[in-house]
């Protein structure tokens, strides 16, 4: 009886374990027929990119109303024009303005008038400085010659100089008149004779010239000297008072604060005459013509918009997550939905310094130049804009959509045999489909699975952002 109870015991364990044996073997073979979603790892380039949108702008921008009111008389310029700074593009009728700016135009003139006279003091006043100085320099000398006529008319070393030249001339009229004495006998047409009589004539000459200077070097200044002397030191005196009074009397000049008044009135009555046109502030293109000539018009009515388009910019918005992704200098491309089939090319020329929030996320504004604009490219399009932050080349790449998180590491499900294996990777870079696979036991060619079965996952897509 015991023994039968055992064997029956058996039975039922192995019909028990069978039973739930076929229903795993079941539940494997239903799991290995799941339709998985299924991507390839590859071997290839990764290109990182940040995408952002933003609108073209010129380089500068100025919209011109007009401060006054009045009838636009004049109309210099049409929509695509070229025009230069200070260039005027309308002008009101002279009979439209107000009262106000139509006698400017005669203040202007009396203004400008006292303001050259206030300076043409100050250029009398140092006229005047420079003459006085000139003549006190004149008196001086003057006085100087004059007191030098009450002394010898040479100093010791000039004299001693002369006496000895007077000395030197002596000698050489005696070395002469020795050596005609040895050729005066001999006939008149004698070469010796007449060459050293020639030379005793020179010699004797040379000494009356030095006895003169020495005469007129030893004694005094004779009264013509005198007279002539006194009557410069008179003519120098009156020179000298005539600059000084003149000195005297505008030595003071204009007084800074009077220049400064007329300056400023002369500024305010052209800036009142300024408002009777309106003038490109910069160079650029004319690109919004909204007047005609005859229009009235009142303070703030728009006429002109100027565009410099000399460079065109794009300014995005990117998140903080991004923003030390980014640097002035770095490549963009960039597309535009009214231009087909075209890509262009910029680079970042400033990158913000201060964020902005905007529903929560802090954003910075980036600067954008195009480098390769055309006429296509208009100031308002918006841009669709992706700055390359990473290029790899040659590297094994996953599929982000394969990427999950398992307890807390990145893992992918290899399919092996019909059934999802995970996996652990590291990754590197990313783009917005595939992350750079760093290390981890996959291979080119590995099949990974897109979507495995919630039983094999323990957490969300590690790509949530």
Do not use: C, H
């Not at 206030?118 to 006085?132: D, I, K, N, T, V």
């Not at 007129?216 to 200044?221: D, I, Q, R, T, V």
């Not at 939905?337 to 910029?346: N, P, Q, T, V």
């Not at 995970?422 to 489909?433: F, H, K, R």
């Amino acid at each position: 009886m015991k023994r039968r109870t055992i064997i029956v015991v058996i039975v039922i364990v192995l019909v028990v374990g069978g039973f739930f044996g076929f229903r795993a073997w079941q539940t494997a073979q239903s799991q290995a027929n799941t339709a998985y979603q299924t991507d390839k790892i590859t071997r290839g380039r990764l290109i990182a990119m940040v995408g952002a949108t933003g609108t073209v702008r010129a380089n500068q921008t100025a919209v011109m109303a007009w401060q006054t009111t009045g009838q636009i008389g004049e109309i210099n310029v049409e929509t695509g024009q070229r025009v230069q700074a200070g260039d005027v593009l309308g002008r009101l009728s002279q009979s439209s303005l107000p009262q106000t700016i139509i006698l400017a135009e005669a203040d202007l003139v009396s203004a400008q008038r006292a303001l050259q006279n206030l300076q043409e003091s100050g250029l009398a006043r140092a006229q005047a400085q420079l003459a006085l100085a000139q003549a006190e320099d004149d008196l001086t000398n003057a006085r100087n010659r004059r007191t030098s006529k009450d002394y010898s008319r040479a100093s010791d070393l000039t004299l001693e100089e002369a006496r000895t030249r007077l000395s030197l001339a002596e000698d050489e009229v005696a070395r002469y008149e020795d050596l005609y004495e040895q050729v005066k006998n001999f006939s008149a047409d004698n070469t010796a004779r007449l060459n050293i009589y020639s030379a005793l004539l020179n010699a004797r000459r040379e000494l009356e010239l030095a006895q003169a200077n020495l005469r007129y070097l030893e004694g005094g200044p004779d009264a013509l000297e005198v007279e002539e002397a006194d009557a410069s030191v008179a003519l120098a005196q009156a020179t000298y008072d005539d600059a000084l009074r003149e000195w005297e009397r505008i030595k003071d000049g204009p007084d800074p604060a009077d220049i400064r008044a007329a300056e400023a009135r002369i500024a305010a009555i052209e800036a009142s005459l300024g408002l009777a046109s309106l003038s490109a502030p910069f160079g650029g293109t004319i690109t919004e013509v909204n007047a005609r000539v005859g229009d009235q018009v009142t303070p703030g009515t728009v006429s002109f918009r100027l565009d410099d388009l000399s460079r065109l910019l794009v300014d995005v918005q990117i998140p903080e997550a991004d923003i030390n992704r980014l640097a002035v200098g770095q490549p963009v491309s960039m597309t535009f939905d009214a231009i087909l089939g075209k890509e262009y090319s910029g680079v970042i020329i400033e990158v913000g310094r201060v964020g902005t929030p905007v529903t929560g996320i802090v954003n910075f504004k980036v600067s954008i130049e195009l480098q390769d604009k055309d006429e296509s490219v208009r100031p308002g399009m918006t841009a669709a804009v992706n700055i390359v932050i990473n290029q790899l080349e040659n590297v094994l790449l996953v599929p982000n959509r394969a990427v999950r998180l398992r307890e807390g590491q990145r893992v992918v499900y290899l399919l092996k045999l019909g059934i999802p294996t995970a996996v652990p990777i590291e990754i590197g870079a990313q783009s917005d489909l595939t992350s750079e696979v760093i290390s981890g036991d996959v291979k080119e060619g590995d099949t990974v699975v897109l979507n495995p079965p919630t039983q094999f996952e323990a957490g969300q897509p590690p790509f949530m952002r």
